[in-house]
């Protein structure tokens, strides 16, 4: 079989509405299938104004808000008859899920019946949200629930083998593909450094940045930023914080760390310059597979500070690249970045380490894998 012969249905919860790192993977994996020449054809909730323009062709799924503070997220409350008559019309072979929500739940059911191969990707840690709204206890249901999900596809892709090994922990006798991830090197260069764009924001030139990238919401760790900030004020370590990024808990994280430069939301050659600009890049989070901020960092040249879970381990290398503490150790993570903060030499060094290590996460290598795992899976079905 050929990458021609395929007809990929990819379902996305949030192609492109919303940016975030998940699905401007999906947006590039979707360019490198059609220049392969496969036929994608993309179905998610759509908004007047998306994010960005997508890649593809993309077919509109109803959808309603979300409630509270997410609103700016879309659930599709599944598959209704205008989608299904377009899927038919488009006759896949293979239909890739992207998100365990009802849309994707569908999709794999639609599958199922129709005998049609059925792949699973892995993006964010949704067992692990419930802890930072109070609802920890709900963690195993939502395991379970993942577990039954992903056994239902043909392939799971993950973006390391960690995740892999965690799944089969839970259950999971899917079989796993690695989905990696890639950088911009143009746009994320330690070129891109701008002691001027820094002076702009209040930082002088002989401060030591520790950065935070990403969506303002909790569960990226943001209390714990927090409280090694605190920390590291009561230990008398002088730094700056700078926070690149935008969301619903900006308000909130703004008075937990009130001496913060905040940069708002970067995009393009402007969040390059924003990362390279960093001294130090502090990652708590534990709900990412794939640490993308994390490798966009490393590529600018910028040491990390990470908490040693899915979204670093395999990344980052101890001692090398940067620093892996447990997740909720706070002491730890202090210790850690004051050791940088006093440290130029050490920061050079892992920077340096950093860059040469994310030269080797390129997106056409990376995507043709995933290529490869749709060829496989339609392989495995044709033998007797």
């Known amino acids: 079989m050929q990458p021609s012969d395929l007809r990929v249905a990819l379902f996305s919860g949030n192609y492109n509405y919303t940016r975030d790192g998940a699905n401007q993977a999906l947006n590039l994996l979707v360019g490198h299938l059609l220049s392969r020449g496969a036929q994608v054809r993309v179905y998610s909730p759509t908004v007047d104004q998306p994010a960005f323009p997508p890649t593809g062709d993309l077919v509109d799924v109803p959808a309603l808000p979300l409630p509270g503070e997410r609103g700016e997220y879309r659930l599709a409350r599944g598959l209704p008859a205008q989608v299904r008559r377009d899927l038919k019309a488009f006759a896949p072979n293979l239909i890739h899920v992207s998100a365990p929500d009802i849309l994707g ?34 963690e195993p249901m939502v395991e379970r629930l993942l577990t039954r999900f992903y056994n239902r596809a043909e392939r799971v892709l993950v973006p390391g083998l960690l995740l892999g090994e965690i799944l089969q922990t839970w259950g999971v006798r899917t079989p796993t593909a690695v989905w990696s991830r890639g950088v911009n090197h143009d746009r994320f260069s330690p070129a ?39 920390e590291l004020r009561q230990r008398n370590v002088r730094h700056r914080v700078l926070v690149i990024g935008e969301g619903p808990a900006r308000d909130w994280f ?40 994390t490798l966009e960092a490393m590529a600018a040249g910028v040491p990390v500070v990470a908490a040693r879970a899915s979204g670093a381990v395999g990344l980052v290398d101890e001692g090398e690249t940067g620093r892996l503490v447990e997740p909720r150790d706070v002491p730890g993570y202090a210790d850690a970045i004051a050791e940088l903060v006093a440290s130029r030499d050490a920061r050079l060094r892992m920077g340096r380490n950093g860059t040469t290590k994310a030269a080797g ?18 392989e495995e079905r044709s033998r007797p």
Do not use: C
Not at 199 to 221: M, Y
């Open 105 to 138: 739940h569908r999709a794999i059911s639609y599958a199922r019946r129709n005998g049609i191969a059925r792949v699973a990707s892995l993006h964010t840690r949704f067992e692990t949200y419930p802890r930072y709204y109070g609802l920890g206890f709900l």
């Open 192 to 230: 891109r450094r701008d002691l001027a764009w820094r002076r702009h924001l209040g930082i002088g030139d002989d401060e030591v940045a520790v950065g935070f990238l990403g969506r303002l919401v909790k569960e990226k760790g943001l209390d714990i930023f927090a409280n090694v900030v605190g």
């Open 254 to 293: 703004a008075e937990q760390v009130p001496d913060a430069a905040f940069a708002g939301f970067q995009s393009g050659d402007d969040l390059g310059r924003a990362v390279a600009s960093m001294d130090v890049f502090f990652n708590p989070s534990v709900t990412e597979t794939f640490g993308n901020v």
């Open 361 to 378: 996460y390129r997106w056409e290598m990376i995507n043709e894998a995933v290529l490869s795992a749709y060829l496989q899976v339609l």
